[in-house]
């Protein structure tokens, strides 16, 4: 599975939306990217995914690149239980293992 | 509420003890998966099983061993603890299925080796 390289923290302000970026420049066609975030030691969660296109759901954004080696997450009206660390993860269908690396934290500021 | 039970929630042990982990998987869902994470540290891979059988093996030591049980439930063996072995202990779940596969977390389990 391609690894993914992240920043190690943003800041973002209160009811901005805050744009976390994540590079996978060695993804392959049939890896998927996921996004989990993890508040303060409590069990990673899961944001979305996708594959080529662009997808949207409540939580959150992903933006595909067309070359598909980087996307980005937005979250579009960042509030303070946003702030956690956010993972990017690409990861195979049939991949064994979700590879968490070490994820951008997120702090949103008053 | 995950859906994912993981017991017990803390846990306090001394060194060269055993303990176990115990982990019961969404409604469902087929695999299951163990994570560690120690301080300030990412989440580290250490098995996965799916419907009762071994799938892949991460960074897990021979000291720790896991197994999934016919009724799906998980639960993961530690031991002759040393006092690094204190962590989180993160299970998730899924249901495995061709395209995406979206895992579920447990709350943890936090372990300390005194």
């Known amino acids: 599975d391609a690894k993914t390289t992240q920043p190690p923290s943003m800041d973002c302000a209160e009811g901005r939306a805050a744009n976390l970026p994540c590079n996978h420049s060695?993804?392959?066609?049939?890896?998927?990217v996921y996004w989990y975030r993890q508040i303060h030691s409590q069990g990673p969660q899961y944001i979305i995914h996708g594959l080529k296109n662009n997808e949207t759901n409540e939580m959150a954004s992903l933006i595909i690149t067309e070359d598909r080696k980087s996307s980005t997450l937005i979250l579009p009206h960042a509030t303070l239980r946003d702030t956690a660390v956010y993972y990017c993860i690409v990861r195979s269908h049939t991949g064994n293992q979700f590879y968490f690396g070490t994820g951008t934290s997120l702090t949103v500021i008053p | 509420d995950s859906g994912v039970t993981q017991t017990p929630k803390h846990l306090i042990t001394a060194t060269g003890q055993r303990v176990t982990l115990r982990c019961s998987p969404r409604s469902g869902d087929l695999s299951v998966y163990w994570y560690q994470q120690s301080l300030d540290q990412g989440l580290q891979f250490l098995i996965q099983?799916?419907?009762?059988?071994?799938?892949a093996k991460g960074n897990i030591l021979e000291r720790f061993s896991a197994q999934q049980f016919p009724d799906l439930h998980s639960e993961l063996n530690l031991s002759s603890l040393e006092l690094g072995d204190s962590a989180l202990y993160f299970c998730?779940?899924?249901?495995?299925?061709?395209?995406?596969?979206?895992?579920?977390f447990g709350a943890g389990s936090r372990l300390t080796v005194l």
């Open positions: 998730a779940s899924s249901v495995e299925h061709s395209g995406a596969n979206v895992l579920t």
């Open positions: 099983y799916y419907n009762g059988e071994e799938r």
């Open positions: 060695t993804i392959s066609g049939n890896e998927y």
